[in-house]
């Protein structure tokens, strides 16, 4: 936090917040840290999520200014990263609809001239990244580009299938952004998070200006199975070998929807006690919980492990029945548990030493494959990052030398022609 000097008095005063990668958000009016902590703690977060409110409805309301003076590329200078973000991903999803629209209307080119202008403002967009731009201001606009590409390529995907109207399952199955009111009384909109038939409010949590993934079909499967294990009030388990990106991915959603994600990373050494202290913590919290390599934990732990998980999904099924019954017993404490909390676990299968999962632990949690990235969507991400603007054509390129060198090249062990080596010759 930013404090006010206040002469010899200890600051107490705060007028912003820093986060880790230096990025600072002002506060809209001075927040004061007195009494006890745990309660200005509590205070502390609601103006985080307030001041965060007031900051995207108002980035919101610039983005129809976007012209020849005020250029996206140039706005998102004003706005943190988390928020220019998320004002891009609402106005491509209102734009999209209005792009349906203009299609029942009997506008038949209205989605490739839509895919056109999203083509320009990305090449705008990598023009901005081949000027002088500080550390900060770079990294904000490739994660811009990594999520615009993603978005051009869900329209061109409706341009080659002709897919013209909204119910179809290629736009229902995409992660939309929108504004709405809470409540008929409220007088500021909130943004509400949609995919499929799952509908959040977004968290307003502030995560800073972290990069963002590539979305590719693979991670755009794993968000869909994640976000229908918590409309049925389960948990998500990805699970397969590594590399796959299971542990991102699930952070990567839960930043599209401004939560916080505690990961950890398990062992044998865990015991019931103390997984029970991190449930019980990530329920009052309303915070994911990924737990890393689950199925290291020994089989006698696991077994206590699966009751109170249960305890926990059934408190929130409850929850969502009825909102005012927000308190459950666990382990003898009654305690608060907020809509919010969600359990995710990842798995490494075949390995030694790994155990295999109690049915009953099984049946709690939602499983998906991941098998292999895709590769060539990663590079094409990376190479406009650094700005190529042919970078699609470039990424064939490279990822079909890299094939070959894989097929015709000797089985020696000093040949990676993984992800990580890929990524580490494009840097």
């Not at 010899?8 to 506060?27: I, L, S, W």
């Not at 030493?353 to 990235?373: D, H, I, W, Y």
């Amino acid at each position: 936090m930013k404090f006010i000097e206040e002469g010899n008095r200890p600051y107490r005063t705060a007028q912003g917040m820093f986060a880790k990668d230096g990025e600072y958000v002002p506060f809209q009016t001075p927040f004061t840290c007195m009494n006890a902590v745990e309660n200005y703690l509590c205070d502390l977060e609601k103006k985080m999520q307030d001041t965060l409110k007031g900051i995207i409805i108002q980035a919101k309301e610039t983005t129809d200014d976007w012209n020849v003076d005020n250029p996206r590329e140039k706005w998102l200078d004003g706005y943190c990263a988390q928020l220019a973000l998320l004002a891009t991903q609402i106005e491509w999803t209102e734009g999209t609809i209005r792009t349906f629209d203009d299609l029942e209307g009997g506008a038949e080119t209205a989605m490739k001239e839509f895919l056109t202008l999203i083509k320009n403002r990305i090449t705008k967009l990598i023009g901005r990244v081949r000027s002088q731009l500080t550390p900060e201001i770079r990294v904000k606009v490739i994660t811009i580009i990594t999520i615009d590409v993603h978005s051009r390529d869900v329209i061109k995907m409706f341009v080659d299938r002709k897919i013209n109207e909204q119910g179809h399952f290629a736009w229902t199955s995409q992660l939309k952004f929108g504004m709405a009111k809470r409540n008929p009384k409220d007088e500021q909109k909130q943004v509400v998070a949609t995919i499929c038939d799952w509908t959040t409010w977004y968290n307003y949590e502030y995560i800073g200006n972290t990069g963002r993934l590539v979305i590719t079909p693979l991670t755009d499967r794993c968000y869909i199975t994640l976000t229908q294990a918590l409309n049925l009030s389960m948990g998500g388990a990805p699970a397969g070998p590594a590399g796959t990106g299971k542990t991102e991915t699930t952070k990567d959603l839960g930043r599209a929807l401004g939560l916080q994600v505690v990961v950890f990373n398990c062992s044998d050494q865990m015991n019931y006690t103390g997984m029970g202290l991190i449930f019980m913590g990530l329920s009052q919290a309303g915070s994911w919980g990924c737990f890393d390599e689950f199925n290291r934990i020994k089989i006698e732990v696991l077994s206590v492990v699966s009751t109170q998980v249960k305890i926990c999904l059934d408190a929130i099924v409850r929850l969502k029945a009825n909102p005012a019954n927000n308190m459950f017993v666990f382990d003898d404490d009654s305690i608060q548990i907020k809509v919010t909390a969600g359990y995710f676990i990842t798995m490494n299968p075949g390995y030694a030493g790994r155990t295999e999962l109690p049915e009953n632990l099984k049946a709690l949690f939602r499983s998906c494959a991941m098998v292999v990235p895709d590769i060539v969507l990663i590079c094409e991400n990376m190479l406009m990052a650094e700005g190529f603007e042919e970078a699609q054509d470039l990424s064939k390129k490279f990822m079909t030398l890299y094939s070959l060198s894989k097929s015709l090249l000797s089985q020696q062990i000093h040949y990676d022609w993984g992800l990580r080596a890929v990524k580490s010759v494009l840097r």
